[in-house]
């Protein structure tokens, strides 16, 4: 009996031995199931530390705001990369970053190489427009542009200029792919902008009459998450791209600014050659153009912010164009503009 009670002791701790680490086991990873859940529907960027692999893993849906995703490819783009000098290899990791998104979205990529000439430096370098096309109803296009490289100023990551402009281009491009649009929309990450407009020019070059033709308005997305109010410029009158912005936003309760393509004409009458619209309206292509800064602080909208912050008011091309500094200074507001122009941005390419 002694050993029949030693044998079944025996058996009864060694079940025990089996049962307590497999309940421990189960215990954690039902709680990895919880976050890994809870993660999927609110995309905390905060605590989470972002790989390009995480951001393709994020699809848009119903549970997702709109610019939600767009705050994933700023922290990929601006925060991980960082700046992005036109030529160097941190402007090439932000161009297959890009690429890697169209794909992962469904499109195929197209990369357009070109050289581009550095006047400051004196040097010439190749850089690429990464171009992703969506099919609509009609063969008849919009061009819808962001440039993804940045200025080198000591600290600053290019998230407002225009690591910004990209993100809610490419939030646009996944949520459209399943879309019916009445145009076709052409999506392009220009490249080399800051060292003289290279990318869009180049694209633009590349067109022949009739394709260029075909276009129907090109839509420019340049530095939207830091400045105080949010702008759309460009062609007036009925049936412009422009006022049919202004009007959805009206409808939609949706605060935003209209300017004309006068407004950002230089002192001297000359249109200003300010961003990639440029080579478009050169080509009497009607566009418009996002942007937020705020008119009312000077006359020629450069000033984006009160002067106490930034330098004197402007946070692009300084050291203060980083995520971190946006969002300390400005609670909220990269949400609330990445919200705003993702979401007129998608209604413009899918009602227009
Ligand atoms: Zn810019």
Same mark, same amino acid.
């Given at each position: ?207 022949? +009459?009739?394709?260029? &033709?075909?276009? #129907?308005?090109?839509?420019?997305? $340049?530095?939207?998450?830091?400045? !105080?109010? %949010? ?76 002067? +106490?912050?930034?330098? &004197?008011?402007? #946070?692009?091309?300084?050291?203060? $164009?980083?995520?971190?500094?946006? !969002?300390? %200074? ?23």
């Amino acid at each position: 009996m002694k050993s029949i009670r030693l044998i079944t002791l025996l058996i009864c701790l060694l079940f025990l031995m089996a049962c307590f680490p497999f309940s421990l086991f189960k215990a954690d990873t039902s709680e990895i199931l919880v976050t890994e859940i809870s993660t999927e529907n609110s995309i905390d960027v905060e605590s989470t530390p972002l790989t390009p692999d995480d951001a393709s893993e994020i699809q848009p849906d119903s549970q997702n705001e709109f610019g939600e995703s767009a705050r994933v490819h700023l922290e990929v783009l601006a925060g991980e990369i960082g700046d992005r000098l036109a030529g160097t290899g941190n402007e090439t990791s932000a161009a297959e970053y890009i690429q890697s998104q169209f794909e992962v979205f469904g499109y195929t990529a197209e990369t357009q190489w070109f050289t581009a000439y550095d006047d400051y430096e004196g040097v010439s370098f190749d850089s690429s427009n990464i171009i992703a096309v969506k099919q609509g109803r009609s063969d008849k296009q919009i061009i819808v542009g962001a440039h993804y490289d940045s200025v080198n100023d000591d600290g600053s990551q290019g998230a407002d200029d225009n690591a910004s402009g990209v993100a809610v281009l490419l939030e646009t491009a996944e949520r459209v792919f399943d879309e019916e649009t009445p145009y076709t929309i052409v999506f392009v990450a220009f490249g080399a902008e800051e060292v003289g407009l290279w990318g869009s020019a180049n694209y633009v070059d590349e067109l022949n +009459q009739s394709e260029q &033709n075909n276009i #129907i308005g090109m839509v420019n997305l $340049d530095s939207l998450i830091a400045g !105080d109010k %949010t702008y759309v410029y460009g062609n007036e009158g009925r049936g412009s791209m422009r006022d049919w912005v202004l009007e959805n936003a009206k409808q939609k309760g949706i605060r935003i600014e209209g300017k004309t393509d006068e407004d950002l004409y230089y002192e001297d009458g000359t249109p200003c050659e300010c961003s990639d619209f440029d080579a478009f309206e050169k080509a009497y292509i009607p566009y418009v153009f996002f942007e937020a800064t705020n008119w009312d602080l000077s006359p020629d909208g450069m000033v984006q912010v009160d002067p +106490q912050y930034g330098v &004197n008011g402007e #946070i692009r091309h300084t050291e203060f $164009d980083t995520i971190e500094y946006i !969002d300390e %200074t400005f609670p909220g507001r990269i949400e609330d503009h990445l919200n705003t122009f993702v979401t007129l941005l998608f209604d413009l390419v899918t009602q227009y």
